[in-house]
């Protein structure tokens, strides 16, 4: 099991390695500061942290303003479903199809730089969406440039909350950082929506370009630790390679599990007579958020296989417990489902970054960026089963898949050689 004086530091040589003098990143001036985590040190808010937990929740806000698009494009341009799930779609398939240049990309510019020019496409699409004239070619590929900007930013910036972080802190540091994302998730959306009310789509579509901006700006003070020497990598652990595997397939059907949900709840609602399903939304981001900040610490110290083993297996819990009681309890529910996401993602993102050197982080990264993006347009073949299986069985399946593979971080990995510590 992962955890502080068991398993070695993953990081430790090659941190050390590509930090300056007095603990500072030899990216140069600019590039932010902080305490190299294998130094010793167990504190988890160091400047670089903090620094990179503020430019997370920038881009965060730019980003999560377009939840509101497919509202926008239908109030504002009379688009069509078709229309509009065609422009959203066209943000995973571009994200699915720019993986394979994700690492090679990352490696050739750097993290702080990947992050920057992510920020920088961010708002550039943002502005340009001033110019559509409906749900058209335009958006889409703008929309698709979206996600090229999350991509860029999802694998560098956790790659280097994997360096920043003390490594007995790891799923804390996770947590924490995606709660930054998650958190705006519900505030972008309450500060556009009344803006968008009283000034219009393009207003939103400026404020969500402004901010992206600001976030490209605020990136230049994050480290950038990428002089890694050939002679200090990290050595693998025995295991680790199939845990890794495991853990990035319960990943992939947790984002189908998250898309069903989110997609098919509404809907459900409808079904049932019920028009108002906010309360679902609302509570799942603020369990969620609770469980990141209040029990940040618990993946580090019950180790993160086992966390995300319960996290995972509560999740396909509660999508099966939606289909069985339908959609009349829907705080309930939305607390239950924040709950289970709080725990399982730092922790399957601990076990597939722990004992990973931080040179292989960024091409690892985009390859878990797109287990999430494949299980989440699996929501498509849900959307045609959901006719002939209705939706509460709908519910039930997706949820017993979900939970049934999750049982496969049951069985820890076990090593071929003898080892002093493992990696799970």
């Not at 809907?267 to 108002?276: D, M």
């Not at 469980?291 to 966390?307: A, E, F, K, L, Q």
Request: include cysteine; charge should be positive.
């Amino acid at each position: 099991m992962y955890s502080a004086g068991r398993d070695p530091d993953p990081d430790s040589s090659s941190t050390n390695a590509a930090m300056g003098p007095g603990g500072r990143s030899a990216g140069g001036p600019g590039t932010g500061g902080g305490t190299s985590p294998s130094e010793g040190s167990d504190r988890l808010w160091t400047r670089a942290f903090v620094d990179l937990v503020v430019a997370q929740a920038l881009f965060g806000f730019a980003y999560s303003v377009f939840v509101l698009l497919p509202k926008f494009l239908a109030a504002g341009y009379h688009a069509g479903a078709r229309s509009i799930g065609l422009v959203m779609a066209a943000f995973g398939v571009v994200s699915l199809a720019f993986i394979p240049a994700v690492g090679p990309v990352i490696t050739r510019i750097g993290r702080r730089r990947a992050m920057i020019w992510a920020s920088v496409l961010l708002g550039v699409s943002a502005g340009c969406f001033l110019s559509i004239t409906g749900a058209d070619v335009l958006a889409a590929c703008l929309r698709g440039a979206h996600g090229v900007a999350w991509s860029l930013l999802f694998a560098a910036g956790m790659s280097l909350v994997a360096d920043v972080a003390p490594p007995a802190r790891l799923g804390q540091a996770i947590g924490l950082y995606g709660g930054a994302n998650l958190a705006m998730t519900a505030i972008a959306p309450a500060v556009a929506e009344p803006i968008a009310a009283r000034f219009g789509a393009n207003a939103v579509f400026g404020l969500a370009a402004a901010v992206a901006f600001v976030a490209a700006w605020y990136s230049r003070r994050l480290p950038d630790a990428v002089a890694i020497p050939a002679n200090s990598p990290v050595k693998p652990q025995p295991g680790t390679a199939r845990t890794r595997a495991r853990a990035l397939v319960v990943l992939a059907v947790g984002g189908l599990a998250a898309a069903g949900m989110f997609t098919f709840i509404a809907p459900f609602a409808l079904a049932h007579g019920i028009g108002v399903v906010r309360g679902f939304f609302a509570a799942y981001t603020v369990t969620a958020l609770a469980v990141r900040i209040g029990g940040g610490r618990v993946t580090d110290r019950v180790g993160p296989r086992r966390t995300a083993l319960a996290g995972g297996a509560g999740y396909g819990l509660v999508v099966i417990l939606t289909g069985l009681i339908g959609p009349t309890h829907m705080l309930l529910l939305g607390s239950l489902f924040g709950v289970a996401h709080g725990i399982v993602f730092p922790a399957l993102m601990a076990l597939i970054l722990a004992n990973t050197a931080p040179e292989s982080r960024p091409r690892l990264l985009a390859f878990t960026n797109g287990a999430i993006n494949l299980g989440i347009a699996g929501v498509g073949l849900l959307g045609m089963l959901a006719g002939p299986l209705g939706y509460p069985a709908l519910f039930v399946l997706t949820g017993t898949i979900t939970a049934a593979v999750s049982m496969s971080l049951a069985r820890p990995s076990r090593p071929r050689a003898p080892a002093s510590a493992s990696s799970t």
